[in-house]
C-alpha cells in the first residue's frame, strides 16, 4: 500500500508542478502582451497628427493598406513608408 501511495503522491507532485508551470507562462505571456499593447499605444500617439489615423487603422483596426490608402487618399509607398517606420520605432522602444 506504501508503495502505490508513494506512487500516487509522486503523480500529484508532478501533475501540479505542469499546472504551475503552465500558470506561469500564461501570465509571463499575458505581461508580455500588456507590454507589447502599451508600446504600440505609445508608437501611435506620438506619431505626428497626420500619421496617426493610418497607424490606427492598420495596426489597431487591422485594416488592409489598400483599403487605408484610398479611404484616407493617401500614396501606397508613402503609406508603406509611415508603417514601417512605426513597426521600426515599436522594435526600438520595446527593446529598451
Do not use: W
Amino acid at each position: 500500500m506504501s508503495g502505490m501511495l508513494s506512487r500516487l503522491i509522486t503523480k500529484l507532485a508532478l501533475a501540479t508542478f505542469a499546472a504551475i508551470s503552465r500558470i506561469s507562462a500564461t501570465v509571463r505571456t499575458a505581461k508580455q502582451v500588456r507590454k507589447d499593447a502599451q508600446c504600440l499605444h505609445n508608437v501611435i500617439h506620438t506619431a505626428p497628427d497626420a500619421i496617426m489615423p493610418v497607424l490606427e487603422l492598420y495596426f489597431v483596426q487591422k485594416c488592409a493598406i489598400n483599403d487605408i490608402a484610398d479611404r484616407l487618399g493617401i500614396a501606397l509607398k508613402k503609406l508603406r513608408r509611415h508603417i514601417l517606420q512605426a513597426a521600426r520605432r515599436f522594435d526600438e522602444e520595446h527593446s529598451t
